[in-house]
Nanobody, 124 residues
Framework: QVQLVESGGGSVQAGGSLRLSCAAS????????MGWFRQAPGMQREGVAT????????IYADSVKGRFTISQDNAKNTLYLQMNSLKPEDTAMYYC?????????????????WGQGTQVTVSS
């Protein structure tokens, strides 16, 4: 079965950087769209960035464009999110998600498989 395990979260000061990783197993990684999503307390889950199966296409939420970069290593079945210039409003639980019947989208409902999440806290 599909398993997604996130890591790399933590606490940083505003302006700092973190790199999240998502280790995938149980399916043919290279055939799935992958994405990063986040959910702050009391807020709906929102899309941060998604990437096509071949990695040739990516989309980002406007709030993270120019600061976050999504990438993947198909040989390692691993998805990454490099987060630079972090802001307090980036504080949230970050989730990795996968979908094999994909169209590149930031809509959480389009993704069937989810990890447990990793917490990111940015202090001012």
């Amino acid at each position: 079965q599909v398993q997604l395990v996130e890591s790399g979260g933590g606490s940083v000061q505003a302006g700092g950087s973190l790199r999240l990783s998502c280790a995938a197993s149980g399916y043919t990684y290279s055939r799935y769209c992958m994405g990063w999503f986040r959910q702050a307390p009391g807020m709906q889950r929102e899309g941060v960035a998604t990437i096509s199966p071949g990695g040739g296409r990516t989309i980002y939420a406007d709030s993270v464009k120019g600061r976050f970069t999504i990438s993947q290593d198909n040989a390692k079945n691993t998805l990454y999110l490099q987060m630079n210039s972090l802001k307090p409003e980036d504080t949230a639980m970050y989730y990795c998600a996968a979908e094999n019947n994909c169209s590149l989208t930031l809509r959480p409902g389009a993704f069937a498989y989810w990890g447990q999440g990793t917490q990111v806290t940015v202090s001012s």
